[in-house]
């Protein structure tokens, strides 16, 4: 038997096409009755939704789209659990794209994804100057704060974060700080550096630009970057980096040359992955709500789909310092 047609189970039961296709379709009008009827008939028959046809048929596919960075990072990838638990929730299905912090990449994977006719896109741009979806008519959600953009968005405080992991290094007694970040094209990154070095000129400790380091999200470019730190500086003792992956790499070199954490050096991270509250590895952080983000920006999506509204909701979350002991007590 081929592919089992409303028709088909119509005829088996007795009923009309248009009540079987009510049922179906979850509108009222059905007695439950011939609702149970028709539901048990599909689900012996082994009927299936022809969802191409639906969506023809209502102009929407059911699915959303989450654009990131680096789905390797294990950041994204708990927002990415948020997201598609929500979009279950409310019936659609999530495409997970990654932009490997390639901004060509980032605008082919938008174009692809706008001719697929996703119903929506949450994205996190891999640069400062994301691709202006305004002129697709395709509602959208940016996991960043991109001033001048006149789109929703959610974000964490990222200058506040940079101010909070200075303010705790300080407080720990270090005294000769660096930083040690990603991609200098990242406004996230730019925001954590700005936070952090006003924050210590604040308090009257020095630090230069020639202590701050770009490189790229990874373990192994935070590791370079610490070699060719401390070959410059080797008397840093406080180091923010950007995110939890690159401080994984800082300390990583640490260890080989066998700096004493914290009591030589104290290393903060930044978003509070599964990783950083390892036993074995206990780094201090400055933890983002990862699980409020995805969920915050899966809500509005959907609401933006559902509801057609189109209100540019600006969401700011704040950061929390989570110590262990990769700084001082």
């Known amino acids: 038997m081929g592919e089992v047609t409303i028709k088909d189970i119509a005829e088996h039961t007795g009923v009309s096409y248009a009540t079987v296709s009510r049922t179906l379709n979850h509108l009222s009008g059905v007695s439950q009755d011939t609702r149970d009827k028709v539901l048990a008939a599909a689900e012996e028959m082994g009927y299936r939704p022809n969802m191409h046809a639906r969506s ?54 938008l174009e692809q994804l706008y001719n697929q006719r996703v119903d929506g896109i949450i994205y996190k741009p891999a640069g400062k100057n994301p ?24 974000e964490v405080d990222n200058y506040k974060g940079g101010q909070i992991a200075a ?30 070095c006003d924050r210590l000129k604040e308090r009257g400790k020095h630090i230069t630009r020639d202590h701050v380091f770009y490189g790229g999200f990874t373990v192994e470019s935070g590791y370079k970057m610490a070699q060719e ?10 180091i923010f980096c950007g995110n939890d992956i690159i401080a994984l790499g800082v ?11 914290p009591e030589e050096v104290g290393v903060i991270g930044f978003d509070d992955i599964m990783l950083a509250g390892l036993p074995q590895i206990q780094m201090t952080t400055v933890a983002q709500p990862r699980n409020q983000m995805g969920k915050h920006a899966a809500f509005m999506l959907i609401d ?25 007590i």
Not at 86 to 107: D, H, P, Q
């Open 56 to 109: 023809l048929k209502t102009n929407r596919t059911n699915t959303i789209a989450l654009l990131v960075p680096d789905i390797s990072n294990p950041f994204f990838a708990d927002i990415a659990y948020a997201v598609d638990e929500v979009a279950f929730s409310k019936g659609y299905t999530t495409l997970l794209c990654s932009s490997n912090w390639n901004e060509e990449i980032e605008k082919k994977q």
């Open 131 to 154: 691709m202006d979806l305004s002129g697709k008519s395709i509602p959208n959600v940016l996991l960043s704060c991109i001033p001048g953009e006149n789109e929703s968005y959610i």
């Open 167 to 196: 303010d705790h290094l300080i407080e720990c007694n270090y005294n000769n700080f660096a930083y040690i970040g990603g991609t200098p094209e990242s406004s996230s990154n730019e925001k954590r550096i700005s936070g952090y």
């Open 229 to 238: 730190l401390f070959s410059a500086f080797g008397e840093t003792d406080g």
């Open 251 to 261: 300390l990583q070199y640490l260890m080989e040359i066998n700096k004493s954490i």
């Open 304 to 328: 933006f789909i559902e509801n057609n509204n189109k209100l540019n909701h600006h969401i700011i979350l704040d950061p929390k310092l989570v110590v262990r002991r990769s700084t001082r």
